[in-house]
């Protein structure tokens, strides 16, 4: 099954860019994953969490103070002591608490959306580098070893099983690229949350502290 070594250097070269390719994109990705979890952008998600609490938290908590203590002071007026607990009870007031206390739920969720969308940057970076080393893995050791014994004839016999394991090697890339595409899309959507985040809460609302 002897081949051209021009054919054979072509393919080598091709081989070699991809695999280069994987190899640096998979350390920029790891790279971008380990930056994540260090204290610059833990202070960032610190901060930005503050400012959600400051315009977001803390008004509904005011509110929600406010109209406790005026219910208080009309419970009282009537001889009567306010008890949280009976408050979705109230048919007069119920409506008011319960819209409260949802705002608030929500204001808690989006925070902790956050904080999540972080944390599945890291999961997604880790997962773009292990998939982008592993085509660099499979590409190299099996069309490398294929390239080398076709310029013999030693692989004559197999030549059926050579083209199988061929296919085997260029649809399992054609899958890890199909699933580094996917986490691309991931990491697009994730990265806009935080992003949008940051410019809202740091960037176009500077804090002073």
Not at 1 to 15: E, G, H, P, Q
Not at 84 to 90: F, Q, W
Not at 182 to 199: F, I, S, T
């Given at each position: 099954?002897?081949?051209?070594?021009?054919?054979?250097?072509?393919?080598?070269?091709?081989?070699?860019?991809?695999?280069?390719?994987?190899?640096?994109?998979?350390?920029?990705?790891?790279?971008?994953?380990?930056?994540?979890?260090?204290?610059?952008?833990?202070?960032?998600?610190?901060?930005?969490?503050?400012?959600?609490?400051?315009?977001?938290?803390?008004?509904?908590?005011?509110?929600?103070?406010?109209?406790?203590?005026?219910?208080?002071?009309?419970?009282?007026?009537?001889n009567r002591e306010m008890?949280?607990?009976?408050?979705?009870?109230?048919?007069?007031?119920?409506?008011?608490?319960?819209?409260?206390?949802?705002?608030?739920?929500?204001?808690?969720?989006?925070?902790?959306?956050?904080?999540?969308?972080?944390?599945?940057?890291?999961?997604?970076?880790s997962h773009l580098g292990?998939?982008?080393?592993?085509?660099?893995?499979?590409?190299?050791?099996?069309?490398?070893?294929?390239?080398?014994?076709?310029?013999?004839?030693?692989?004559?016999?197999?030549?059926?099983?050579?083209?199988?394991?061929?296919?085997?090697?260029?649809?399992?890339?054609?899958?890890?690229?199909?699933?580094?595409?996917?986490?691309?899309?991931?990491?697009?959507?994730?990265?806009?949350?935080?992003?949008?985040?940051?410019?809202?809460?740091?960037?176009?609302?500077?804090?002073?502290?």
């Open positions: 099954m002897l081949v051209s070594t021009d054919l054979v250097a072509s393919i080598a070269v091709a081989v070699g860019l991809l695999i280069g390719a994987s190899i640096e994109f998979g350390h920029r990705y790891r790279d971008r994953g380990a930056s994540l979890l260090e204290k610059p952008k833990a202070d960032e998600l610190a901060e930005i969490r503050l400012g959600m609490r400051d315009e977001e938290t803390m008004p509904i908590l005011e509110k929600l103070w406010e109209f406790l203590n005026r219910t208080n002071q009309e419970l009282r007026k009537t008890k949280v607990s009976e408050l979705s009870l109230d048919t007069g007031r119920r409506g008011k608490f319960n819209d409260l206390i949802n705002d608030l739920f929500q204001s808690f969720k989006g925070e902790i959306e956050i904080k999540q969308s972080l944390e599945d940057l890291t999961r997604e970076y292990g998939a982008l080393y592993s085509i660099a893995g499979i590409a190299g050791f099996g069309s490398y070893s294929i390239l080398i014994l076709s310029l013999t004839n030693w692989l004559d016999p197999f030549s059926l099983e050579v083209g199988s394991g061929g296919f085997i090697i260029a649809l399992t890339c054609s899958i890890l690229g199909i699933y580094i595409v996917v986490l691309l899309k991931r990491v697009g959507r994730k990265l806009k949350v935080y992003q949008d985040a940051m410019k809202k809460y740091l960037l176009e609302v500077p804090k002073l502290r």
